[in-house]
């Protein structure tokens, strides 16, 4: 059986945009739009933990240029699709 994948909540999410002022952890640029990404620095694979700890706040450029490491990408409707 499959386990479900890790997600953080919505008051994780409130939380982090509200630690990280509302600008990507990366580059610092404010984040207006909806296009923000809460993205997991340890894989939640690895340890589970879906906590303001491992949360980071990105905007789509520097979120995709974490991704582009991984074979596969998940697109907006939920499938997985290979890159």
């Given at each position: 059986?499959?386990?479900?994948?890790?997600?953080?909540?919505?008051?994780?999410?409130?939380?982090?945009?509200?630690?990280?002022k509302?600008?990507?952890?990366?580059?610092?640029?404010?984040?207006?739009?909806?296009?923000?990404?809460?993205?997991?620095?340890?894989?939640?694979?690895?340890?589970r933990?879906?906590?303001?700890?491992?949360?980071?706040l990105?905007?789509?450029?520097?979120?995709?240029?974490?991704?582009?490491?991984?074979?596969?990408?998940?697109?907006?409707?939920?499938?997985?699709e290979?890159?």
């Amino acid at each position: 059986m499959r386990s479900k994948r890790a997600e953080f909540s919505p008051e994780t999410k409130i939380a982090c945009f509200k630690r990280d002022k509302g600008k990507c952890r990366i580059c610092t640029k404010p984040i207006v739009t909806a296009a923000r990404y809460y993205h997991f620095p340890v894989p939640a694979e690895l340890d589970r933990l879906a906590d303001l700890d491992n949360c980071r706040l990105l905007c789509i450029v520097c979120y995709d240029k974490q991704m582009q490491h991984l074979p596969w990408r998940k697109r907006f409707d939920g499938t997985v699709e290979r890159r």
